[in-house]
Structures are given as structure tokens and as C-alpha cells.
Nanobody
């Protein structure tokens, strides 16, 4: 009863920018943490950025100063503004939400299906 859908991925040249969005929908009472992870071919999935309900964000060292995460609680949406993109940013980007459903006392992690980001000339 909970779905996460990412959008905004695509092909971009080095130095370009993209803005990813992730919308959570369904039986959601509250969202605690939202974040972005990525997985490049042949590599493990890695954290990109997370943001808590109060707005405090954490970033991987590789993207700090280039990426910015934000969230719109009213829309149950998290964004990832990516700038100064480099080929090493090429990966499938996955949205993560830790949320509580109506009628549930606990929170769980939910993942989106992923969106492809390709940085290439």
C-alpha cells in the first residue's frame, strides 16, 4: 500500500545538471527519513544523501558541494538537485523512505524502482 516513484533521470553531459524527484504515495501516516542511493554497473549500492524530517541532510563525500537534497513534506516528495555532474555519477539512483503507515506502530524502509542517470559526452 506504499509506492515510491522516481523521475528526472536521463542523459546529461559532464558539467550539466539534473533534478531527481521521488514521490511517496499510499497508506502513509508520516515519513521520517528520505534519501537517495545509487548503484553503478559492477559496484555496490552506495548512499548519496539523506534528509530527516527537520531538514538536516547528510551527503556522501563524493557528492558534497555538488548535490543538494531537499524535501516537501506536504507532497511527500524528496528531491536531489545534481550539478557539476561527472561520469562517475553515472548510476541507477534509488529513492529510500523510512515511513510509518496508518494503523502501524512501527516504521519501515521502502525503495523506489530506480531511475537511470548517465553522464557522458
Amino acid at each position: 500500500q506504499v509506492q515510491l516513484v522516481e523521475s528526472g533521470g536521463g542523459l546529461v553531459q559532464p558539467g550539466g545538471s539534473l533534478r531527481l524527484s521521488c514521490v511517496a504515495s499510499g497508506n502513509i501516516a508520516s515519513i521520517n527519513v528520505m534519501g537517495w542511493y545509487r548503484q553503478a554497473p559492477g559496484k555496490q549500492r552506495e548512499l548519496v544523501a539523506t534528509i530527516v524530517n527537520g531538514g538536516r541532510a547528510n551527503y556522501a563525500d563524493s557528492v558534497q558541494d555538488r548535490f543538494a537534497i531537499s524535501r516537501d513534506n506536504a507532497k511527500s516528495t524528496v528531491y536531489l538537485q545534481m550539478s557539476s555532474l561527472i561520469p562517475e555519477d553515472t548510476a541507477v539512483y534509488y529513492c529510500l523512505c523510512n515511513l510509518q503507515q496508518w494503523g502501524h506502530s512501527n516504521s519501515q524502509n521502502y525503495w523506489g524502482p530506480g531511475t537511470q542517470v548517465t553522464v557522458s559526452s
